[in-house]
């Protein structure tokens, strides 16, 4: 049996993949396009074929004070983590489930040639807004910048939980 599509749906799971040339301003508006919201996180291929992740909060958070956030690439922010990844059809869901709680950070990537979902361990919740973050959506599109309303986005978004 493959990694269930209900596990891959739950709300704790909300994803975005883009490539390593992706900017800040245009993950917000891919992120936007899709309803995401700033606890997701966002999956990001590097060039090399390597999949890096973080919560699309935490990507945002150092960058509040840079009038150029807009233009950070994905690949450069020291936020972004290696994660694991598995084929769909590797691992049934409990055993996904299991590897995801004891990967650093909790994510493990989900892929069927491409990426098809995130499953998220280790959830801590806080006070407060979605996930106890720091961000609301309005402060995102601010450092999204012009890229915000941006059309074509289309290049470098890969996937998203939201189908």
Request: charged residues 20%; glycine residues 12%.
């Amino acid at each position: 049996m493959p990694i269930s599509d209900n596990a891959l749906q739950k709300e704790k799971n909300g994803f975005i993949a883009v490539t390593g040339d992706a900017k800040f301003g245009q993950v917000i508006a891919a992120l936007n396009a899709v309803g995401g919201q700033p606890w997701w996180h966002v999956v990001v291929q590097l060039p090399d074929g390597s999949w890096r992740a973080a919560r699309i909060s935490e990507i945002a958070a150092p960058l509040v004070t840079n009038k150029n956030a807009a233009e950070v690439r994905l690949r450069d922010s020291a936020e972004i983590k290696t994660v694991a990844s598995v084929d769909r059809y590797s691992l049934e869901t409990k055993a996904a489930e299991t590897l995801a709680r004891k990967t650093p950070g909790g994510v493990l990537l989900v892929t069927d040639g491409a990426p098809v979902g995130i499953l998220v361990e280790n959830v801590r919740r806080g006070g407060g807004n979605a996930g106890g973050l720091p961000l609301s959506s309005t402060s995102l599109e601010q450092l999204g910048g012009k890229y915000v309303k941006l059309k074509d986005y289309g290049s470098i978004l890969l996937s998203s939980s939201k189908k």
